[in-house]
């Protein structure tokens, strides 16, 4: 690794492409990425203000998540991470996304083919999918480039290639968004 990857930064590194889980249009004048972790209260806590976000802004925004797993502090992250994309093949991707936060507090517990069944997933193929190599590349991929963004915790927001710094409420996320779009 040379040493200008292995520095952090306050801009996104890594561009949007066709890897990326995103909801809403390329053209869209805001794009909002968050790096988050699935059993991470505080990404908990923020879905139902992306939500809101997304619906106040429409068109207007892009919203883009990234897997942030901080597996050290979170034991069931990475699997979590690893059903998201297993679901994705399947093109159930945001279903599981918003099934795992639901159901955080029962990590422990849950089976997570369980969750697969109740999104209505082919459960073989996703329980086979479950350890493929793509998805942990693709995990520690999003991973690798949090970090050399400057990504410490989770979550992390950044609007139009910019950290965000401010509060996590849907107020002041609206402002940001209104001014990376004004420019």
Known sequence: MSSSSSQSSNRLVAP???????????TAPVTLVEYGDYECPDCLNTQPIVAELRKRQGDKLRFVFRHFPRSSVHPHASAAASAAEAAGEQDKFWEMHETLFKHQKEFGEIDLSHLALGLGLEIYRFESSLGRDMHRRRINDDYDSGVRSGVKGTPTFFINGVRYEGRTDVDSLTAAIDAAARG
Request: aromatic residues 0%; glycine residues 10%.
């Open 16 to 26: 949007i492409d066709e890897k990326d889980h995103v909801i809403g249009s390329a």
